[in-house]
């Protein structure tokens, strides 16, 4: 997993996410157990033959994939520079006879930075020597050596390799070789087709506990799953990889790289048997842009969405179903530009229809830089096309969200409606909760047995929208409530903040307390 996963202690009973990358501070305490011997007299170089009685296609042996790929396979090391501990060690007493001989053995001699290795796996993928790997397989390293498989036509000795690229969106790296005559390479291969469907074998292959080249196979449990990144998009397999895996290829049963094996679920940091590989769909896109750019450079909408849940649907006009990324805030940039607007409901992008956030957001990531995409949007029951043009999220993403300067809002009464005391911002109150200038109602109360109260609203919350258009009094919020309340609408919509944060949620008209919990803090998606 990436740097940012916590390493816990061994007997902690929890499973975590942990990063496969071994380092040398990892100490075997027992041998590997053996592997499965397989009798050369039983084996056919057909891969897929069928064992007798058994489920067409399943394979009679993996023998020849891995002869077949293994050429491709390196493993990595790395080597880091880690300067010298500096204070108390807390090790043994000052004046100790050991003192000098524990900090040696922690500091290097006289204290001096020392060096610190680390190991992973990654695979070729063109015959002039580019690799693929993990991020966090070399992040922070000074020098990189790759050690090819032992096999015809590939450098026996290791090789250095220089850093083209990195992307810590998806944890790939781009490595580079040079060497005098082509290596063999492996390609990838669609991650969204036959070979990488639930159920189907796979192939791992990489470094584990640093023991070197090894095999070994499973199926793909599970597809889709997203750890803690933006763009994650990672296959599931219970093919056994472990720590030094990292980087390594999970192939298909033709030998084309479906996923790079990335992290594991486990109590212990062995595996259990949930690995996660990201898939060949982020990659390929991620390793095209490292090579072309040194860097990655994605499409940008210059949105701020969220999910569309059950309880919205009610509320937004024209819907008929939860589906769509659901628009919450849009600052200066190619949405504006395009005209969305706080509140559209983007249904389909560049043809394809959009589930989630997640999958709009891997779409426009995706995209290239400059492209015009068409784009289908509800806005007030009605669906219309709109063509943006994309940005770049690398550099626009960081300026994407000023706050705006809306002028001083209006100091009307205090009233309560749905289980809420509004009040417009004032500048007493924007001072005691922390609020922009921004124009909207203040949320001084809340009844805890009402919806809003079980649906998270609290006090110092910024209610903005009511019903997709902007409130500043509560006189204008009753009338949405009334509104929607004549048209036969179960909830309504408001547009929430919280500490700068925008987020939509659906809020019952009349007592609807056990709605079930819907927070509204918390950043929504920027796309």
């Given at each position: 997993?990436?740097?940012?996963?916590?390493?816990?202690?061994?007997?902690?009973?929890?499973?975590?996410?942990?990063?496969?990358?071994?380092?040398?501070?990892?100490?075997?305490?027992?041998?590997?157990?053996?592997?499965?011997?397989?009798?050369?007299?039983?084996?056919?170089a057909?891969?897929?033959?069928?064992?007798?009685?058994?489920?067409?296609?399943?394979?009679?042996?993996?023998?020849?994939?891995?002869?077949?790929?293994?050429p491709?396979?390196?493993?990595?090391?790395?080597?880091?520079?880690?300067?010298?501990?500096?204070?108390?060690?807390?090790?043994?007493?000052?004046?100790?006879?050991?003192?000098?001989?524990?900090?040696?053995?922690?500091?290097?001699?006289?204290?001096?930075p020392?060096?610190?290795?680390?190991?992973?796996?990654?695979?070729?993928?063109?015959?002039?020597?580019?690799?693929?790997?993990?991020?966090?397989?070399?992040?922070?390293?000074?020098?990189?050596?790759?050690?090819?498989?032992?096999?015809?036509?590939q450098?026996?000795?290791?090789?250095?390799?220089?850093?083209?690229?990195?992307?810590?969106?998806?944890?790939?790296?781009?490595?580079?070789?040079?060497?005098?005559?082509?290596?063999?390479?492996?390609?990838f291969?669609?991650?969204?087709?036959?070979?990488?469907?639930?159920?189907?074998?796979?192939?791992?292959?990489?470094?584990p506990?640093?023991?070197?080249?090894?095999?070994?196979?499973?199926?793909?449990?599970?597809?889709?799953?997203?750890?803690?990144?933006?763009?994650?998009?990672?296959?599931?397999?219970?093919?056994?990889?472990?720590?030094g895996?990292?980087?390594?290829?999970?192939?298909?049963?033709?030998g084309?790289?479906?996923?790079?094996?990335?992290?594991?679920?486990?109590?212990?940091?062995?595996?259990?048997?949930?690995?996660?590989?990201?898939?060949?769909?982020?990659?390929?896109?991620?390793?095209?842009?490292?090579?072309?750019?040194?860097?990655?450079?994605?499409?940008?909408?210059?949105?701020?969405?969220?999910?569309?849940?059950?309880?919205?649907?009610?509320?937004?006009?024209?819907?008929?179903?939860?589906?769509?990324a659901?628009?919450?805030?849009?600052?200066?940039?190619?949405?504006?530009?395009?005209?969305?607007?706080?509140?559209?409901?983007?249904?389909?992008?560049?043809?394809?229809?959009?589930?989630?956030?997640?999958?709009?957001?891997?779409?426009?990531?995706?995209?290239?830089?400059?492209?015009?995409?068409?784009?289908?949007?509800?806005?007030?029951?009605?669906?219309?096309?709109?063509?943006?043009?994309?940005?770049?999220?690398?550099?626009?993403?960081a300026?994407?969200?000023?706050?705006?300067?809306?002028?001083?809002?209006?100091?009307?009464?205090?009233?309560?409606?749905?289980?809420?005391?509004?009040?417009?911002?004032?500048?007493?109150?924007?001072?005691?909760?922390?609020?922009?200038?921004?124009?909207?109602?203040?949320?001084?109360?809340?009844?805890?047995?009402?919806?809003?109260?079980?649906?998270?609203?609290?006090?110092?919350?910024?209610?903005?929208?009511?019903?997709?258009?902007?409130?500043?009094?509560?006189?204008?919020?009753?009338?949405?409530?009334?509104?929607?309340?004549?048209?036969?609408?179960?909830?309504?919509l408001?547009?929430?903040?919280?500490?700068?944060?925008?987020?939509?949620?659906?809020?019952?008209?009349?007592?609807a307390?056990?709605?079930?919990?819907?927070?509204?803090?918390?950043?929504?998606?920027?796309?």
């Open positions: 997993m990436r740097s940012q996963a916590k390493v816990q202690h061994r007997a902690d009973p929890r499973p975590i996410l942990t990063g496969l990358a071994l380092t040398t501070a990892l100490v075997l305490a027992q041998a590997l157990p053996g592997h499965a011997q397989v009798n050369p007299e039983t084996t056919t057909d891969t897929t033959q069928a064992l007798p009685g058994a489920v067409a296609g399943r394979p009679l042996t993996f023998a020849d994939l891995a002869a077949q790929v293994s491709s396979v390196v493993n990595i090391t790395t080597s880091t520079t880690v300067a010298g501990r500096e204070g108390p060690q807390g090790i043994v007493p000052d004046g100790s006879p050991f003192e000098d001989f524990f900090n040696d053995l922690q500091n290097g001699p006289g204290g001096q020392r060096r610190s290795s680390a190991l992973g796996s990654g695979f070729v993928i063109s015959a002039d020597g580019y690799i693929v790997t993990n991020n966090h397989v070399i992040e922070g390293a000074d020098e990189i050596e790759i050690e090819f498989f032992p096999g015809d036509g450098p026996a000795e290791q090789l250095p390799a220089t850093l083209v690229g990195t992307d810590t969106n998806t944890d790939i790296a781009l490595l580079k070789v040079e060497y005098d005559s082509p290596l063999q390479f492996v390609e291969g669609n991650s969204n087709a036959t070979g990488a469907r639930v159920g189907d074998w796979v192939l791992a292959m990489g470094n506990l640093g023991q070197g080249f090894s095999v070994s196979a499973g199926i793909v449990s599970a597809r889709n799953r997203a750890l803690s990144g933006t763009y994650d998009d990672y296959i599931q397999t219970d093919a056994a990889i472990n720590r895996n990292s980087g390594g290829p999970l192939f298909n049963m033709d084309e790289v479906i996923g790079v094996n990335t992290a594991i679920l486990s109590p212990n940091g062995g595996s259990i048997g949930i690995g996660f590989a990201m898939s060949s769909a982020v990659v390929s896109n991620v390793v095209d842009q490292l090579r072309e750019f040194g860097e990655t450079r994605r499409g940008w909408l210059g949105v701020r969405i969220q999910d569309v849940t059950p309880d919205m649907v009610s509320a937004i006009d024209g819907l008929d179903s939860a589906r769509g659901l628009i919450t805030d849009v600052p200066p940039g190619p949405a504006e530009d395009a005209g969305l607007l706080s509140g559209d409901v983007i249904l389909s992008y560049d043809g394809t229809e959009v589930t989630d956030t997640r999958e709009l957001v891997r779409m426009v990531g995706n995209s290239a830089v400059g492209a015009k995409i068409p784009m289908q949007v509800l806005r007030n029951g009605d669906e219309t096309m709109i063509d943006v043009t994309l940005g770049r999220r690398e550099t626009d993403e300026t994407a969200f000023p706050a705006s300067d809306t002028g001083p809002a209006p100091e009307d009464a205090t009233q309560e409606m749905l289980g809420l005391t509004v009040s417009p911002v004032t500048p007493d109150l924007a001072e005691q909760y922390g609020l922009d200038d921004r124009a909207g109602l203040v949320i001084t109360a809340v009844d805890p047995a009402s919806d809003a109260g079980a649906k998270g609203l609290a006090e110092g919350d910024l209610i903005t929208d009511a019903g997709q258009e902007p409130v500043t009094t509560p006189e204008e919020l009753q009338a949405r409530i009334d509104n929607a309340a004549e048209a036969g609408q179960t909830s309504l408001l547009l929430v903040r919280r500490d700068g944060n925008p987020r939509f949620l659906a809020l019952a008209l009349g007592d307390g056990d709605a079930g919990p819907a927070e509204p803090d918390g950043s929504t998606d920027q796309n």
